[in-house]
């Protein structure tokens, strides 16, 4: 599941049964902007620069896995 992240290309498709109105086509809709206290601030990442490319992460990683649990 996890080399299927890294390496399947990603689902543009939009599914049957979503629908979206578009807002020129509703009466009486204005548009109009308003600044969320919290929508401004930079998420936390645990991990930071430590990891460079997740890709090589994994597959180190599994290697070890692999050589210390072989045959499982």
Known sequence: ALIGLFEL???DSIPDDEHFI???DTPGYQTAFSQLAFAGKKEHDPIG?????PKILLAQSLHKLSTACPGR
């Open 49 to 53: 620069d430590a990891v460079s490319n």
């Open 22 to 24: 578009d807002i020129e």
């Open 9 to 11: 290309p990603e689902d």
